[in-house]
């Protein structure tokens, strides 16, 4: 079997000269060259990529600001803070980690999309800034680089498909390496979502960010447009296969691994017909009360009971969202709030994936890791004891905006209440969360604001209207307040464009 480090290996700077780059600023030559054997991208972003990855962090800024005052547009921007970080920070031993720099560009785009125009640009300019940090901690680590695409044992385009996929079963990554590239040359993006699906959400290793991983990168390539994707497919395959470093999954009966294997077998009970039942609201409380004590056994042979008395499987999804929510508001920390961005993922890919069977089983995969998070976060200390279902609404006299982005961050059950009051109607929950977006725009500093933000915001809406406010006032645990200070980088971006 070849060497695992012919896949992906720590560069090293090569030597030569450096081409077609005479428009930079002055740089060493040794600062453009790329590592031998590294993968290279298109040629129309290769350069902008290069000035992301070898400007010193305290010089990037002014130089990526030249660059926008030049008429390099948003999506250029975007597609090449992408690709740097796919080449130059290494998803592993977490997916998690400094690989938020990857994972955080589609939500930071999401945020950039929903904010007002003096706010456009700052998601994008801070996720550079973060990837410069990622990329210094990740040559503190050994200096990794992503390897050029295979060129031997390349299966036939026809067979490339299902090669990825026993590749991807095995957990092979040389061979899932071969079959992703030539599926990212041959392939559809809904085939390849489709079929990474199922192995991205498989397990609860990295609690969730497989699933988070393939959802955003997904989503990035339907901007910065899919003549992209064959370093993104390879390495999201790569991020895939990571199993803490623990026996073959695939030779293996490994406990991460169980709940998976089991719901395959519990998505045969939903038949055909499992989405034509009528919506029931009122289920959606019985899926959120039992999670809070169901093993990820009970909770997905409930989702099934639910199904077949009738239940529609979006009330379902519902209580699994309010769940999430609920543990935020019990531990404002970094695990449940996990739980509210993976079922973000999860839910997406729910709704993406062209297969039937897959979509039942990330049903049932998204209820049974609600309690792996329960437990991961009582690992972590105690949880409160907040009850969103029974959460009672503040004095409407004492609610209004002003008061409740005092309260977050201070307060954080008074500004729950409070938000149950402000946001009555959907204008009003829209102002609401028009507010929180330019909080995370003005006072984040971290991956997870934008990430967490991004996901509790944009899930609202997809929220039944009976519970939808509920789900905001959990989440209100974990925004943005008045309190705290603005970021110098807001500060300059604010400024200079």
Same mark, same amino acid.
């Given at each position: +079997?070849?060497?695992r480090?012919?896949?992906?290996?720590?560069?090293?700077?090569?030597a030569?000269g450096?081409?077609?780059?005479s428009w930079?600023? /002055?740089?060493?030559?040794?600062?453009?060259?790329?590592?031998?054997?590294?993968?290279?991208?298109?040629?129309?972003?290769?350069?902008?990529?290069?000035?992301?990855?070898? =400007?010193?962090?305290?010089?990037? +800024?002014?130089?990526?600001?030249?660059?926008i005052?030049?008429?390099?547009h948003y999506?250029?921007?975007?597609?090449?803070l !992408?690709?740097?970080?796919?080449?130059?920070?290494?998803?592993?031993p977490?997916v998690?980690?400094? !690989?938020?720099?990857?994972?955080?560009?589609?939500?930071? %785009?999401?945020?950039?999309?929903?904010?007002?125009?003096?706010?456009?640009?700052?998601p994008?300019?801070?996720? *550079?800034?973060?990837f410069k940090?990622?990329?210094?901690?990740d040559v503190?680590?050994?200096?990794?680089?992503?390897?050029?695409?295979?060129?031997e044992k390349?299966?036939?385009?026809?067979?490339?498909l299902?090669?990825?996929?026993v590749? +991807?079963?095995?957990?092979? $990554?040389?061979?899932a390496?071969?079959?992703?590239?030539?599926?990212?040359?041959?392939?559809?993006?809904?085939? $390849?979502?489709?079929?990474l699906?199922?192995?991205?959400?498989?397990?609860y290793?990295?609690?969730?960010h497989k699933?988070?991983?393939?959802?955003?990168?997904?989503?990035?390539?339907?901007?910065?447009?899919?003549?992209?994707?064959?370093?993104?497919?390879?390495?999201?395959c790569y991020?895939?296969?990571? %199993?803490?470093?623990?026996?073959?999954?695939?030779?293996?009966d490994?406990?991460?691994?169980?709940?998976?294997?089991a719901?395959?077998?519990?998505?045969d009970?939903?038949?055909?017909?499992?989405y034509?039942?009528?919506?029931?609201?009122?289920?959606?409380?019985?899926?959120?009360e039992?999670?809070?004590?169901?093993?990820?056994?009970?909770?997905?042979?409930?989702?099934?009971?639910?199904?077949?008395?009738?239940? %529609?499987?979006?009330?379902?999804?519902?209580? *699994?969202m309010?769940?999430?929510?609920?543990?935020v508001?019990?531990?404002?920390g *970094?695990?449940?709030?996990?739980?509210?961005?993976?079922?973000?993922?999860?839910?997406?890919?729910?709704?993406?994936?062209q297969d039937?069977?897959?979509?039942?089983?990330?049903?049932?995969?998204?209820?049974?890791?609600?309690?792996? !998070?329960?437990?991961?976060?009582?690992?972590?200390?105690?949880?409160g004891s907040s009850?969103?279902?029974?959460?009672?609404?503040?004095?409407?006299?004492?609610?209004?905006?002003e008061?409740?982005? /005092?309260?977050?961050g201070?307060?954080?059950?008074?500004?729950?209440?409070?938000?149950?009051?402000v946001?009555?109607?959907?204008?009003?929950?829209?102002?609401?969360?028009?507010?929180a977006r330019e909080m995370? !725009?003005?006072?984040?500093?971290?991956a997870?604001?934008?990430?967490? =933000?991004?996901?509790?915001?944009?899930?609202?809406y997809?929220?039944?209207?009976?519970?939808?406010?509920?789900?905001?006032?959990?989440?209100?645990?974990?925004?943005?307040?008045?309190?705290?200070?603005?970021?110098?980088?807001? /500060?300059?971006?604010?400024?200079?464009?």
């Amino acid at each position: +079997m070849p060497d695992r480090r012919q896949f992906f290996r720590c560069g090293a700077a090569a030597a030569g000269g450096a081409t077609g780059l005479s428009w930079l600023p /002055k740089l060493s030559a040794a600062e453009v060259e790329l590592p031998n054997n590294a993968v290279q991208f298109r040629s129309e972003i290769e350069p902008l990529v290069r000035l992301l990855e070898t =400007s010193p962090r305290e010089q990037l +800024m002014d130089r990526v600001l030249a660059k926008i005052r030049q008429g390099t547009h948003y999506q250029e921007l975007l597609a090449a803070l !992408f690709l740097a970080g796919i080449r130059n920070v290494q998803p592993r031993p977490s997916v998690g980690f400094k !690989f938020h720099s990857v994972l955080v560009v589609h939500s930071a %785009h999401q945020a950039a999309i929903a904010a007002s125009n003096e706010h456009r640009w700052t998601p994008l300019l801070w996720s *550079i800034d973060y990837f410069k940090r990622a990329q210094q901690s990740d040559v503190k680590e050994g200096d990794w680089t992503m390897a050029q695409s295979p060129t031997e044992k390349l299966p036939d385009p026809p067979q490339a498909l299902k090669a990825l996929d026993v590749a +991807m079963s095995k957990w092979d $990554i040389e061979a899932a390496d071969a079959a992703a590239t030539v599926v990212a040359r041959t392939a559809t993006g809904g085939q $390849i979502l489709n079929l990474l699906a199922k192995h991205a959400a498989r397990d609860y290793r990295s609690i969730g960010h497989k699933s988070i991983y393939l959802a955003n990168a997904y989503r990035t390539l339907n901007v910065i447009g899919w003549q992209h994707c064959e370093p993104v497919v390879r390495s999201l395959c790569y991020a895939i296969l990571n %199993h803490n470093g623990e026996p073959n999954p695939a030779t293996s009966d490994l406990a991460a691994d169980r709940d998976g294997r089991a719901n395959w077998n519990l998505a045969d009970q939903l038949g055909k017909h499992w989405y034509s039942t009528k919506s029931k609201p009122v289920e959606t409380r019985v899926v959120a009360e039992s999670l809070r004590t169901a093993t990820p056994g009970q909770a997905a042979k409930l989702v099934v009971e639910l199904i077949q008395s009738g239940t %529609h499987p979006d009330n379902i999804y519902d209580g *699994i969202m309010l769940a999430s929510a609920e543990l935020v508001s019990q531990q404002p920390g *970094i695990v449940p709030l996990h739980a509210v961005t993976t079922s973000n993922a999860i839910r997406y890919l729910y709704r993406q994936v062209q297969d039937n069977r897959i979509r039942q089983w990330l049903l049932l995969q998204n209820a049974a890791f609600v309690p792996h !998070f329960r437990e991961s976060a009582k690992g972590r200390g105690k949880l409160g004891s907040s009850d969103l279902l029974e959460l009672q609404a503040a004095e409407e006299s004492n609610a209004d905006l002003e008061r409740l982005f /005092k309260q977050i961050g201070s307060d954080r059950q008074a500004a729950a209440q409070t938000v149950l009051s402000v946001a009555q109607t959907p204008e009003a929950a829209h102002q609401l969360i028009g507010r929180a977006r330019e909080m995370v !725009f003005l006072k984040g500093n971290d991956a997870h604001d934008y990430k967490f =933000s991004s996901a509790a915001l944009e899930d609202y809406y997809q929220i039944d209207p009976a519970w939808r406010t509920r789900y905001l006032a959990g989440c209100s645990y974990l925004l943005h307040g008045d309190s705290e200070p603005t970021t110098g980088l807001a /500060k300059r971006v604010l400024q200079e464009l």
